[in-house]
């Protein structure tokens, strides 16, 4: 062997080797940014559909493997983006064989089976993640910062509007399915946006709900939703998918207090106080949340947002979903914070 292929060799032997469960496009994702994370290699892929993770795999050069158990059995770290109903399996797996586990959002179809892999991870010890990927974007980590200014005085309110394209294309594959995604926009692009929320505002305390519904049985277009918090802020979510236009997911949050008001859209993110338009930091990059997983693999230590983050989004959308079913009234949240049940909310 040449000197050089022993190098490589090496190098790639002292590597975290990921595996990855499901080959779709949140898959194909976590896979380019998990190339560009330095002391980790892709080392296969393993989907029902044997063609996309043939794909998938040729993509970052690693294998096809035939079963959930042989990624677990191969590889340091498991990243789960199968669809929603397929979670719990391979968290479970990732859990016996004591392997690190990265999960996206939701975790799960259902709140019962959420606590219960919630639970899970927590008693098992194993570094876990949820793919919240609002929290790692630059102009929400840089509001939070702003955010947290006590010369901003009380917060008043809070107000997140996103509308989401590709309806029709999203609803031609398993999401049109309640069986197997569990819900609609409200679940699969409201759980981004209330996780959001929470990590800016603080915990919420009720929730009201009304809900648009599609013509596919479980689920939903369009939600809006309010909200009060602990710190006596007031709040409303709408989220909504849609065939208007083929541009990137819109978000448009507002906060405001009583001496200070903060917009992030699509331009970037804009203060005003008292004296008018506040001068703001540079902004940053997007932080991985990969390679933040992946350390903390490496580290030993719990990653965040962790599964009781993913948790306690749960418990949200289910008073939720319940309160639209009894015609908006308002369900109490009990004040559980993710924090409190092991994981942290960095």
């Known amino acids: 062997m040449l000197a050089k292929d022993a190098d490589r060799t090496h190098g790639r032997a002292n590597m975290l080797k990921v595996g990855v469960i499901g080959a ?14 330095a002391g980790a290699t892709v080392e296969g892929v ?3 559909d044997r063609s996309h993770a043939r794909d998938l795999a040729e993509m970052c050069g690693g294998e096809t493997f035939e ?8 590889c340091d770290a498991v990243f789960v ?5 397929a979670h719990a399996e391979a968290v479970r797996a990732a859990v016996e064989s004591g392997r690190p586990v990265f999960c996206e959002k939701p975790l799960s179809t259902s709140l019962p089976e959420a606590e219960e892999i919630t ?3 927590q008693e098992s010890g194993v570094v876990n993640q949820i793919g919240l990927a609002l929290r790692w974007r630059s102009e929400f980590r840089t509001v939070r910062e702003l955010m ?3 010369d901003n005085g ?12 590709g309806r029709s294309r999203v609803l031609t594959g398993w999401r049109a399915d309640a069986g197997r995604a569990g819900g609609g926009v409200l679940l699969e692009v409201g759980f981004h946006d209330i996780d959001l929320l929470e990590w800016l505002v603080g915990p919420a305390t009720s929730v009201a709900a009304h809900v648009q519904w599609s013509e596919y049985d479980a689920i939903d277009d369009a939600a809006a939703l309010s909200m009060a918090f602990a710190n006596g802020c007031v709040g409303s979510l709408s989220v909504a998918w849609h065939d208007a236009d083929t541009t990137p997911p819109s978000r448009h949050l507002q906060v405001v207090f009583e001496r200070a008001r903060y917009l992030v859209d699509g331009t970037g993110l804009q203060a005003w106080g008292t004296d008018g338009l506040r001068q703001l930091p540079k902004p940053g990059s997007d932080v991985s949340a990969e390679s933040a997983f992946l350390a903390a693999v490496r ?9 009781g983050d993913g948790l306690r989004v749960h418990q949200i959308l289910d008073a939720a979903y319940r309160s639209a079913t009894a015609g908006g009234a308002a369900m109490a949240l009990d004040g559980h914070t993710a924090a409190a049940s092991g994981a942290g909310r960095a």
Do not use: K
């Open 81 to 85: 983006c199968s669809w929603t109903a």
């Open 46 to 48: 393993y989907d029902i």
């Open 24 to 37: 779709g496009g949140n898959a194909r994702g976590h896979v380019r940014r998990l190339l560009d994370t």
């Open 148 to 150: 947290a200014d006590p």
């Open 67 to 74: 079963s959930v158990s042989e990624v677990v059995e191969r």
């Open 119 to 121: 639970r899970l991870v």
């Open 299 to 307: 580290d030993g230590t719990q990653a965040s947002p962790g599964f």
């Open 154 to 165: 009380r917060m008043l309110t809070v107000c997140l509007h996103t509308a989401m394209p």
